[in-house]
Structure formats: structure tokens, C-alpha cells
């Protein structure tokens, strides 16, 4: 080794020691930040930027640091004794950085961990204000929000397009503390009270032997359990219909299920029941559909929020509530409102709307935002309560529990995500992860060490108020009500209040989930409750199972349909939707440009679908044959004739999926190599801006339902 390494530390007075400092960046040595590397924009802890430095949550500066702040030169190489020697354990940077890459998972939800959220605001009406003190719903109030989008079974990394109910969870950060509104796309449950919650979720889960399959309920144990426990017949026949698989988070309905209090200035008490309408209306997928995309695109439903956020097509949902009368007895028409599997139908008590949510950014960190958000339906607001219904009571206890192993601590309320916006004096105090830095002497109440401080709100202050209702003179006891019984009437007028080919697609999935059960046994249950249910839909069940239908065993009262369950029907917004265009190299520039910008100006999002990727003419190519697919496409125009099978297939998926397919007058040939033709439903030929037109008016009625299969009317 050389006495005079360039690289050892100079002696004082020795020549080395005058030379330039080596961490100051020279002119031409240092390369510029990337980019995206330069200094982050300073954000809130909830991300909104901010012109206050103070409020940086992280990555100051835009050189590399260690976890402690030191500049580092360099990250790529361990300290090694030697260039080909051991790696010495004194390297602090090495050893920082794989231990934190060690710890960087943790657990996944116990349900819900596949999910997807956006920040927005709730931009109130102010007609709540006259049921409810709750600031966020006075006039014009406008509260940020961050919205949880997620599927219940699966594991983190499974597919978004699975058949399952969907997590539709809100957090208002509110003037008044935060508010989480944590519901579902369904409006019932699948159990009545908390006790039974692990027993549904382990017969969903994967089996406990083999772990499979994941995120999907298509197996014995799940239908061993629905089928034994007759209180989920009602939430399962919604999953099997196409509220099982929404075309997107942007078009599903959001329900709290739950019947909640609301207490208004004068602490007069009613009963609520919240659902989100999304503006864009309810749409599923097709079956066939939610398969094919399980596979092709896995991150379909994330990708689409993030893909409409960023493209300025923010999706919206007006809140709404149902209100009854804060009776002593909590019925309605003869609906006990605790009941957590019963719906109150629309037509009996109407949606009154309180606001507008907007979700119109995307989280920055995966992790920091929708991972560690942390939803509990005890998050409540001056104004907004909840009542008796045994399975939100259960809920009012795990949530914070589970949160406390998944977020590693009690301190998750201190994660930026979470915090709220209103001003926090509590007299909790230290734990695992306590970033805050108390001050004072007294975390307790009352004291007079810190001047008496945190002093409770006086009369006349807005504070989160217990209403003294009654609670009877009841014995303890571990049964339901008999009010809790009917566990088959709302699923007979879900079945028979929807349009026939909707039917059709409920039966589709019955005979695809109970056909990939083992256990006949189960498949003769359920299929009892079928025909309990309705006949036709049993018999057609029963049919595709090879199975006799059973006769019905009890007797059910005729029931009045409900039009509002249905998805089928009326014109929607279509900000967003996607459409392909099939071209190719030779095709007319001018034709492709129109078609584009004519789709576009119509909020629409146009993929270009060439044979290869590149450019045709100054037009980017989107999709190439190798990436593109039907299934991310609501509708289809061909200005090329093609005889690609790859392209071919992609026409003929998107024609069985009920899409709208414009064919130009040069492109018909294709005729001959697919299964439709010009005279079909929703099948248009003609000039590149005619296509376009005629497409824009099939989008808004979501797909041309004449062509899918139907039950007979
Ligand atoms: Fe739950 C998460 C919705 C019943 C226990 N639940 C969770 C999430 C949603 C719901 C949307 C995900 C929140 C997020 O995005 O982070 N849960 C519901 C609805 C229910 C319901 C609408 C019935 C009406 N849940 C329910 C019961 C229990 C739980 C009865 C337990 C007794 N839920 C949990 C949990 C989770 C959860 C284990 C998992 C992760 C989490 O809480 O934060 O505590």
C-alpha cells in the first residue's frame, strides 16, 4: 500500500491538506438532479402543497443523505477491505440501508389490502344543516377528503377485477376532528352482528391448507358458510350480480350500510342511511370481462382512477341520505333499521342530497397515503352518531385495534395521512413511533400544573355531545331480535326488481360459483335458497349445475320491485371512457386526427391501436397488437382493415361485450373475419367523423344491451 494514497486523510502541513474540499459539488462534476429528483414541492402532512417550510414532511434538499441527514458521495459500492476483500461491517451507510429495506413491509390489511385512493373535497349543500350541527355539511363548506377504494378478500397484490364487494371508505378532514364514512358498494352485510365477522371472512379467504384460491369467493368454504347461514343470502345475490365487478371505482354507488343518528343544533335526533350516487352512474363489467382483465391488467381499477384523475376527468358522487324518524322502535314500512342485511327501497324513502365529493388529485406515495390511511367508523363529528346495530357496534372496537398491530403502534393517528385538520390537544402520550413532541408537565384532567390545560369546551362551544337515549330495561342476552328473522324477502325483490338481462347475469355467476364447488352437498343448499329466492332463478342455476331445482320451502310474500336497484337503463356522462381506434400506417392522417379529436372534445380518452408501436404520421401509436385489449376499451373504431388475428379477436370480444364498433367504409372487408356484421345492434359504417358520432351515442347508455343475452321478459 502506498504511504501517499490519494484517498488517505493529508497530514496537517502537509500538501494534500490545501486541496479543494471533496463534498463540495465543482463546476462539471456534479450532474444536475434528474427531473423528478429536483427538491420536492413542500406538502401538508396530507400532501396539499404548502408555501410553509416548516410543513415539509420529507426529503429536504436534493443531495443524498443517510437517515441522520450526512451527505453521501457515493451508494452503489459496500466499504470493502480491498477491491476484492470482505465487506466490512463498520459500513454504517450499508448496514442503515438494508436493515430499513428489511422493514419495509407491513402487515397487509386483514381484509380490504387491495386498494387504490385519491384526495379530493366534499363541497356541501347545506341542506344537512337542518338535520345535523355537523360543520361539514353547513352551506358552501368545502371539506378535503381522501376516498379508499378497495376489493374485501384478496391479498395485496391480487387482481382489482375480481367478483367481490367493494371497500368505499371517505375520511373528511373536517373543522371539527375527522369524520370516516366507511362503507361498501353493497348496502347490506353479509352478517347481522360483529361476533360472526371472522367466521365469514376465514370461509372467504382461501382454504387453510392449500391457501387457494385468492380473492374470489367461487369455493366450498364460502358457500358452506352462506349457504348455513341464511342472514348473507341477501348480500351475496347483490356479488353475484354485476355490482360484483364495477366497470370502474368512478362507477359504483358507495352505502355505510349501517343506519346512523343525526343530531341537529337543538339536539333533535333522526336516522340517516348514507349513499354516494356516482355522477357518472353505476356500470359493471361483463363477467367475461372481469376475467380476461384479471389476467391482461391486474391494476385495471387503480389504473383507471389514477388515468381519469390525471387526464382532468375527476370522478364525483353526490352524498345522499335516506331519514326516518329517531322512533323508539327504529323501523320503517316494517324494515328494522339496525339491521344491517335490510335495505329501506328508494321508492319508499328517497335520497336527499347533502353535497358533492370531487376526488381530484392523486396520492404522491403509495405507501405513505393509501397504505397507511387508517379508516374507523368511530371517527365521528359533532352532528353525526350511531345507533344500536350490532354489527357496527363490533366495528366501533376492531378497527383501532387492528390498526395498532398493522400500523405498528398507537400512535398511527400521527402519520400524516391521517392527522386531522382540525387542532389536536389530547392527553395521550408516548408509545412506539410517537413523533410529537409533547410539552407541559400534566397529561391529565383535571391539573393545575399546566395552567388547567387542555381545558374542556364550555356550554355554547361546539363539542362531540353523548344524546341520553334510551336504552331500555333490557336482560342480557346473546340472540337476535325476531325483527332480525325475514332473511329472504329483500332478496326476492333484489332478484325480481332487476331488468332481464341482469337476471341473466346473476345466474350466470350462481352457476359459475357453486360450479367450482367440490361438496354437492353445498350446491343442493344452496340451491334450496334459490328456489326459495325465485324460481326462474333457481331453475336456471339448477340447469347449468346439472342438478334437479328443489321446490320451494317457504312461502314468501309477493314483492313490489324496486327500479332503483337497477344498473340497466338511462344516460350517463361519459368523461372518461375509452375508445380504440384501430389504425395502421397506411391510414388517412386526416381521417385519424378527426376521429381523435372529435373524442376527445367529448371527454373522451382515445387510444390509438396500430400493428406496431411508433408514429403514424405526427399521430402517437397508444397500443401496439401485442398490448392492446378489448377490455380496457368501452367501445371500438376501425379505420384499417386487418387481418390480425390479435386485432380480429380484439372486435370480436369488444361486439360479445355489448360495445359500440364503428367500422369505416375502407376498413369493411374485416366483415369477412369476424363474427357481426353491419346490420348488428350498435354496429355502425360509414366516414371516419359519422363513426365517431355514432359511437358518442352509444357510450352514455354504458353498453348496447340488446345484444346481451337476456332472460325473457
Ligand atoms: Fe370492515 C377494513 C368496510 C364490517 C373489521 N372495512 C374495512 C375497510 C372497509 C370496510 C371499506 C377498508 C378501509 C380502508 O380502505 O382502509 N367493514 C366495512 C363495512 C362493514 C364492515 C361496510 C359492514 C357494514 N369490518 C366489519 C366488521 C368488522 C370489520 C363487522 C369486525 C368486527 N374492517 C375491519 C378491520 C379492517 C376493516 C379488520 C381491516 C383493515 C382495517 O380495518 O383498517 O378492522
Redesign the pocket.
Known sequence: MSTHDEHEIPLPGSPASHAPRQDEPRDGQVLPPKPDQTGPEVRTPTGAPSADPQEAVAQQGDRLTTAQGTRLRETDHSLTAGPRGPVLLQDHHLREKITHFDHERIPE????AR?AAAHGRFESNGRGSSISRAGFLRPGVVTPVFV?F?TVLGSRGSADTVRDTR???TKFYTEEGVYDL???NIPV?FIQD?IK?PDVIHAGKPHPDREIPQAQSAHDTFWDFVSLHTEAQHHTIWNMSDRGIPRSYRMMQGFG??TFRMIDDADGTVLVKFHWRPRLGTHGLTWEEAQLLAGKDPDFHRRDLADAIESGAFPQWDLAVQVFPDDEDQMFEGIDLLD?TKIVPEELAPLQVLGTMTLDRNPMNYFAETEQ???HPGHLVPGVDVTNDP?LQ??LF??ID??IT?LGGPNFAQLPINRPHAAVNDMLRDGVHQSAVHGGVAPYHPNSLDGGCPFLAGAGEDAFIDIPVPVGESRVQRAAPASFDDHFSQVRLFFRSLTGVEQQHIIDAYAFELGKCYEQAIKERQLQHLADIDETLCAGVAARLGLPAPAASIELPDVEPSPALRMVGGEWPIDGRVVGIVASPDSDEADLVAVRTRLHDAGVLPFVIAPTGGMIGGVPVQRSFDTATSVELDGVIVLAATDDRRALALLDEAFRHGKGIGVEDDAVSIFGSVSFGAEDEGVSTGSAPVLADALLGLLPGHRVWERMASLPA
Open positions: 390489511r386483514a381484509v380490504h386498494g379508499r378497495s371497500g368505499f371508505a366507511v362503507g361498501n352485510f360483529a365477522f350500510i349501517h344491517p390511511v387508517a379508516f354489527l363490533g366495528r376492531s378497527y387492528t390498526q398493522r
